[in-house]
C-alpha cells in the first residue's frame, strides 16, 4: 500500500466540518472588518521567499520544497503567504486602485520541519494582510480581530505576545549591541548562529538550540534600543489593545522567524498543544512591498496555524457532524424505487436523505438510521403503498404520521425544513 508523505496529512470526512466551521467563522469575521479573499499559487520562484523571508532564516536554509522544473528553473513550493501576496500586491498594481487593501487567504504552506504533534510538513494557513497603513491602530486592529475570531470559536487558553522590533532607524543600534554581547560567544553557539552573528544576529534570539537559548538569557532588549517614533508607535498598540479590552503581554524575546518584520510583532501562544505552542504569528513589514519593486508602503498581517487551531477548536467542539434529516426505509424494489426518487428530489431542494439502495429488513434498515443519527425514519413498504401513504417516524418520540403519496417530497420538504 501506498502510504501519504512524512508530514503530511490527510483531512478525514469526520474533521471537515470542523475546518469549515472554522473558516466560515474566520472568513465572516474578516470581511465584517473589510478584508477581501485574494488567491495566490501555492508555487513561485524561488528567489521571491529567499529575498523576503531571509536567506538567513530557517525556513529557507533547511525547509522550503525547492526544486528545478523541467526547464532548470528554481521553483519552491510556499512556506507562507506574505511573500506571495506581496508579490500579487505589486505585479498587479493594486495599490494604485485605492489607498489601503485589506487581503486574506485560506490554503495550504510547506515547511521540511521535524514533523510532531502540532507541525506538519504540509499545513494550512488563514492569512490576512493590511496594505497601505502604517498606523500602530491597524496593528492594534489586527490583534483584536485575531482574539475575537479565537473568542468565537471559544478559544479561551491563549494569551496574545506582542513586541517591537524596531526600524531601520533603530535597529542597526541593536544589532551593534547585540554583536558585541554574542562576541565572546563563540564557544557556546551553534554553527548556524555563528554564521549568523555576523550578519543577521537578531537570527540568533531566535535560534531552538537549547545552548544558543541559554547564551543570549541576559542579551540586550531590543526595546531599549527603539527610536522615539518606534517607541511612540509601540506605545499606541499598547493603548489601543487596552482601550479594546484585549490581554496582552509584552515578550522582549519574541522575534520572530522571518526576516521582513519592523515594528510590531505578535503572537499567539496556547498551552495546548505542547511544544507547538504558537498557534497565529504576525507583525508589521513595512520594507517589503519596497524591497519586492512596489512603492513605499506599509504592510502588517498575521497567519493562523489552521491545523493547530482546528486541533485546539476539537477539543472544545465536537458536536458538527451534520447527520441526515431523514432516512427513508424502503421495502421492496418498487417502494425503493420510489424513494430513490424522493431522495435525490429532496437533496436538490437542500434537504439531505439517506436510504439503503439494496434490499434489507426494515429492523436492519432502523438500525442504519439510528447510526447515521436520522432524527426521522419514512418507512415505505407494500402496505404503506397500497393506502397511497408513507409512514413518518420521529426516532425520539416514536410518533408516527401518515403521509399521503400525493406531494410527498414537498410535503417532506416543509415538515423537515421547519426544524
Ligand atoms: P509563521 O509564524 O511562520 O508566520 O507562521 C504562522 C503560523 O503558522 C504559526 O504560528 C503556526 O501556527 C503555523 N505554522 C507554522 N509552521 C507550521 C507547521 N510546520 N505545521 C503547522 N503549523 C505551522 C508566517 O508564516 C507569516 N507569513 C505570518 C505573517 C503574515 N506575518 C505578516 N503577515
Redesign the pocket.
Known amino acids: 500500500m501506498i502510504q501519504l508523505i512524512r508530514g503530511f496529512k490527510d483531512i478525514l470526512p469526520e474533521e471537515t466540518p470542523l475546518w469549515r466551521h472554522i473558516e466560515r467563522t474566520a472568513t465572516a469575521l474578516f470581511e465584517d472588518f473589510g478584508f477581501r479573499e485574494i488567491r495566490v499559487p501555492i508555487m513561485e520562484k524561488t528567489d521571491l521567499f529567499a529575498r523576503s523571508i531571509g536567506e538567513e532564516t530557517d525556513?529557507v536554509e533547511k525547509e522550503m520544497y525547492t526544486f528545478p522544473d523541467r526547464k532548470g528553473d528554481l521553483i519552491t513550493l510556499r512556506?507562507?503567504?506574505?511573500a506571495s501576496i506581496v508579490r500579487s500586491f505589486v505585479q498587479h498594481k493594486l495599490y494604485a486602485q485605492k489607498p489601503v487593501h485589506k487581503l486574506y487567504t485560506i490554503g495550504p504552506?510547506f515547511?521540511r520541519?521535524r514533523p510532531q504533534k502540532?507541525?506538519?510538513?504540509q499545513?494550512y494557513?488563514i492569512?490576512?494582510?493590511i496594505f497601505g497603513d502604517g498606523s500602530p491602530y491597524e496593528d492594534a486592529q489586527l490583534i483584536f480581530m485575531l482574539v475575537t475570531l479565537l473568542e468565537r470559536l471559544s478559544v479561551t487558553d491563549t494569551s496574545a505576545h506582542i513586541n517591537s522590533l524596531g526600524c531601520p532607524a533603530c535597529r542597526p543600534d541593536f544589532k551593534a549591541g547585540l554583536q558585541a554581547f554574542l562576541a565572546d560567544k563563540g564557544q557556546v553557539l551553534c554553527e548556524d548562529c555563528l554564521r549568523r552573528r555576523e550578519n543577521n544576529p537578531l537570527r540568533v534570539l531566535d535560534c531552538k538550540v537549547p545552548a544558543c537559548r541559554d547564551a543570549v538569557a541576559d542579551a540586550p532588549d531590543l526595546l531599549d534600543y527603539l527610536c522615539d517614533d518606534c517607541r511612540n508607535h509601540f506605545d499606541t498598540v499598547q493603548r489601543a489593545l487596552a482601550d479594546l479590552g484585549v490581554p496582552f503581554e509584552v515578550d522582549k524575546r519574541l522575534v520572530?522567524?522571518?526576516d521582513?518584520?519592523t515594528r510590531t510583532a505578535f503572537?499567539?501562544q496556547t498551552g495546548a498543544l505542547g511544544a507547538?505552542s504558537?498557534?497565529?504569528?504576525?507583525?508589521r513589514?513595512d520594507g517589503l512591498v519596497r524591497a519586492l519593486g512596489g512603492p513605499d508602503q506599509p504592510a502588517?498581517?498575521?497567519?493562523?496555524?489552521f491545523?493547530?487551531?482546528a486541533e485546539i477548536v476539537a477539543m472544545v467542539q465536537n458536536d458538527l457532524q451534520r447527520p441526515p434529516a431523514l432516512f427513508v426505509a424502503a421495502l421492496g424494489e418498487a417502494c425503493r424505487a420510489a424513494a430513490f426518487d424522493w431522495v435525490c428530489r429532496l437533496a436538490v431542494a437542500g434537504v439531505n436523505a439517506e436510504m439503503s439502495t439494496t434490499e434489507r429488513s426494515l429492523k436492519s434498515q432502523m438500525k442504519q438510521a439510528h447510526r447515521l443519527g436520522a432524527p426521522r425514519v419514512l418507512i415505505f413498504g407494500d402496505d404503506e403503498m397500497a393506502r397511497g401513504e408513507a409512514m413518518l417516524r420521529d426516532m425520539a418520540t416514536k410518533e408516527q404520521q401518515a403521509l399521503p403519496l400525493e406531494g410527498i417530497v414537498e410535503t417532506l420538504q416543509t415538515i423537515l425544513m421547519a426544524k
Open positions: 525556513i512556506p507562507e503567504a506574505t504552506m515547511r520541519e502540532g507541525r506538519y510538513r499545513f494557513q492569512d490576512a494582510e520572530r522567524g522571518l521582513y518584520y503572537e499567539i507547538q504558537a498557534v497565529a504569528g504576525g507583525g513589514y502588517s498581517g498575521f497567519a493562523i496555524g491545523d493547530r487551531l
